[in-house]
C-alpha cells in the first residue's frame, strides 16, 4: 500500500516491511499477479507483457521527475519497487532493473531531442530499455579496452559516426522495440561519447536468447552493431567520464534491490519452515537487522547524493547486500532441511538458490567492485 511521504529513512528498523511502508510509493499487492509467474518467467520467455505491466502500476515512474512524465517521487522508492519485485521473482525485477535505469540514463542526458523521443514510450511501457554498460565501466575503472568503436561518418546530411561493436550481455532486449545505452570509442583522441542504439537503427542486429541456467524471461542477448549509422540526436551523452559518476549511484543503487528483495524473501521462507529447527532463529534474526540496517543506509545515501562522490561507499553495501543473499539462502536451505534437494517439496527455493547465483556476477561483479575499492585505497 502507499505510504506517506518521507525524506529521509532510519538507518534500521525492526519491522522487515518498514522501509517499504515509509516508501512514497509502493505498488499494490505484487504477490497478487507476480506470485504465480514467478517460476515460468524463470525458464522461459514471458507469457505477460512486464513492461506494460509496470506502467499500468506506475512502476515505471518511480522517482522520475513530474516535469519529464514520472511521479515525482525519489530514488529510494525506485529501489523499493524493485526490491518489492525481487521478492516474487528476480527475473521480473531484473527486467524493471533494465527498464529504469536506462530511463535514469536518458533523464541525464545532456541531449533534449533524444529525451522527447525517448521518455514517452519508455514511460508507458511501449519500447523497452537497456543498459550496456558493462564493457563501458570496466574501461572507465582501467580494466579492459571499449570493444565498440565509433568513427567519422561520411559527410551524409546529420550523420556524424558508423559504430562497430559487440555488446556480448544485454538485458531487457524486447522483441517489439529497445533501445539499449552503450559507449564507443572515437577513432579520433578525445571524450568518449554515449549513444542510445535503437533496434530499429540499420546495423543494429540482436541475437538469440542466452541460455541461462535461470531468469530466462529476462530477455538476455548479444547485440552487434555493424556500421550502425549514428546522428546527434542517438547521443546521450558526449563524455562518458562525465556522464557515468551521474548515473552510477542509480546504476548500482537499483540494481541492489534485488538483492534486497531476494533476501527478505529468503529470510521470510526460512522463518515460516524452520519449525523445530529453533537454531535458527537467532542467525535469521541478525541476518534481517543487517540487511535493513544496510538497506536503510542505501535509501538514505540515496535520497541524500552522497554516492556520486562517495562510490566505495556504495560499492561497499552493494557486496554487503550481495553476501546478505548468500546468508539468507544457506539459512533457508537448512530450514527446509532434505526437503530442500527433493523436487517439489521445498516451493519457490530451487528458483531462489539459482537466482541467488546470479547476483555476484551481475555487471559489475563484487570481483570487479573488490578491484575497484583496493585502487580507491591506494
Same mark, same amino acid.
Given at each position: 500500500?502507499?505510504?506517506?511521504?518521507?525524506?529521509?529513512?532510519?538507518?534500521?528498523?525492526? +519491522?522487515?516491511?518498514?522501509? =517499504?511502508?515509509?516508501?512514497?510509493?509502493?505498488?499494490?499487492?505484487?504477490?497478487?499477479?507476480?506470485?504465480?509467474?514467478?517460476?515460468?518467467?524463470?525458464?522461459?520467455?514471458?507469457?505477460?507483457?512486464?513492461?506494460?505491466?509496470?506502467?499500468?502500476?506506475?512502476? +515505471?515512474?518511480?522517482?522520475?521527475?513530474?516535469?519529464?512524465?514520472?511521479?515525482?517521487?525519489?530514488?529510494?522508492?525506485?529501489?523499493?519497487?524493485?526490491?518489492?519485485?525481487?521478492?516474487?521473482?528476480?527475473?521480473?525485477?531484473?527486467?524493471?532493473? @533494465?527498464?529504469? +535505469?536506462?530511463?535514469?540514463?536518458? !533523464?541525464? @542526458?545532456?541531449?533534449?531531442?533524444?529525451?522527447?523521443?525517448?521518455?514517452? +514510450?519508455?514511460?508507458?511501457?511501449?519500447?523497452?530499455?537497456?543498459?550496456?554498460?558493462?564493457?563501458?565501466?570496466?574501461?572507465?575503472?582501467?580494466?579492459?579496452?571499449?570493444?565498440?568503436?565509433?568513427?567519422?561518418?561520411?559527410?551524409?546530411?546529420?550523420?556524424?559516426?558508423?559504430?562497430?561493436? !559487440?555488446?556480448?550481455?544485454?538485458?531487457?532486449?524486447?522483441?517489439?522495440?529497445?533501445?539499449?545505452?552503450?559507449?564507443?570509442?572515437?577513432?579520433?583522441?578525445?571524450?568518449?561519447?554515449?549513444?542510445?542504439?535503437?533496434?530499429?537503427?540499420?546495423?543494429?542486429?540482436?541475437?538469440?536468447?542466452?541460455?541461462?541456467?535461470?531468469?530466462?524471461?529476462?530477455?538476455?542477448?548479444?547485440?552487434?552493431?555493424?556500421? !550502425?549509422?549514428?546522428?546527434?540526436?542517438?547521443?546521450?551523452?558526449?563524455?562518458?567520464?562525465?556522464?557515468?559518476?551521474? !548515473?552510477?549511484?542509480?546504476?548500482?543503487?537499483?540494481?541492489?534491490?534485488?538483492?534486497?528483495?531476494?533476501?527478505?524473501?529468503?529470510?521470510?521462507?526460512?522463518?515460516?519452515?524452520?519449525?523445530?529447527?529453533?537454531?535458527?532463529?537467532?542467525?535469521?534474526?541478525?541476518?534481517?537487522?543487517?540487511?535493513?540496517?544496510?538497506?536503510?543506509?542505501?535509501?538514505?545515501?540515496?535520497?541524500?547524493?552522497?554516492?556520486?562522490?562517495?562510490?566505495?561507499?556504495?560499492?561497499?553495501?552493494?557486496?554487503?547486500?550481495?553476501?546478505?543473499?548468500?546468508?539468507?539462502?544457506?539459512?533457508?536451505?537448512?530450514?527446509?532441511?532434505?526437503?530442500?534437494?527433493?523436487?517439489? =517439496?521445498?516451493?519457490?527455493?530451487?528458483?531462489?538458490?539459482?537466482? @541467488?547465483?546470479?547476483?555476484?556476477?551481475?555487471?559489475?561483479?563484487?570481483?570487479?567492485?573488490?578491484?575497484?575499492?583496493?585502487?580507491?585505497?591506494?
Amino acid at each position: 500500500m502507499p505510504g506517506p511521504a518521507t525524506t529521509s529513512y532510519p538507518e534500521f528498523n525492526p +519491522t522487515s516491511k518498514a522501509l =517499504k511502508a515509509q516508501s512514497r510509493r509502493a505498488f499494490a499487492e505484487p504477490a497478487d499477479w507476480l506470485k504465480e509467474l514467478a517460476e515460468p518467467l524463470d525458464q522461459g520467455p514471458p507469457a505477460t507483457d512486464l513492461l506494460q505491466k509496470f506502467a499500468s502500476e506506475g512502476l +515505471t515512474g518511480i522517482g522520475v521527475p513530474q516535469e519529464f512524465g514520472g511521479d515525482g517521487g525519489s530514488w529510494a522508492d525506485a529501489v523499493e519497487s524493485i526490491a518489492e519485485l525481487a521478492e516474487q521473482s528476480l527475473t521480473a525485477s531484473f527486467v524493471l532493473w @533494465s527498464h529504469r +535505469t536506462y530511463i535514469e540514463c536518458v !533523464v541525464r @542526458s545532456n541531449n533534449p531531442v533524444l529525451r522527447a523521443r525517448e521518455l514517452p +514510450t519508455l514511460l508507458a511501457g511501449e519500447w523497452a530499455g537497456a543498459v550496456g554498460m558493462s564493457n563501458a565501466m570496466k574501461f572507465v575503472c582501467g580494466f579492459e579496452p571499449l570493444e565498440v568503436m565509433a568513427k567519422p561518418a561520411e559527410q551524409e546530411s546529420g550523420l556524424a559516426w558508423r559504430v562497430n561493436g !559487440v555488446l556480448p550481455w544485454v538485458t531487457n532486449l524486447r522483441a517489439g522495440g529497445f533501445s539499449v545505452a552503450a559507449a564507443a570509442q572515437p577513432a579520433a583522441p578525445g571524450p568518449v561519447p554515449v549513444f542510445a542504439f535503437r533496434s530499429d537503427m540499420p546495423g543494429v542486429c540482436r541475437g538469440q536468447d542466452l541460455a541461462l541456467m535461470g531468469l530466462r524471461g529476462s530477455d538476455v542477448a548479444e547485440i552487434q552493431l555493424a556500421e !550502425v549509422p549514428v546522428g546527434v540526436e542517438n547521443r546521450l551523452h558526449d563524455n562518458l567520464t562525465v556522464w557515468l559518476p551521474q !548515473v552510477r549511484p542509480q546504476f548500482l543503487g537499483f540494481q541492489c534491490g534485488m538483492s534486497i528483495g531476494l533476501a527478505r524473501a529468503s529470510i521470510a521462507a526460512a522463518r515460516e519452515h524452520a519449525g523445530r529447527r529453533a537454531v535458527l532463529q537467532w542467525p535469521l534474526t541478525e541476518l534481517h537487522r543487517d540487511l535493513e540496517s544496510d538497506a536503510g543506509r542505501l535509501l538514505s545515501g540515496l535520497q541524500r547524493g552522497i554516492f556520486s562522490s562517495d562510490p566505495a561507499a556504495l560499492f561497499r553495501l552493494r557486496i554487503a547486500l550481495a553476501r546478505h543473499v548468500q546468508q539468507a539462502l544457506y539459512l533457508e536451505l537448512q530450514a527446509w532441511g532434505g526437503q530442500a534437494y527433493l523436487e517439489g =517439496k521445498a516451493p519457490g527455493f530451487a528458483r531462489r538458490w539459482r537466482e @541467488s547465483a546470479f547476483i555476484p556476477v551481475i555487471t559489475p561483479s563484487l570481483a570487479q567492485l573488490e578491484m575497484q575499492l583496493s585502487l580507491l585505497k591506494q
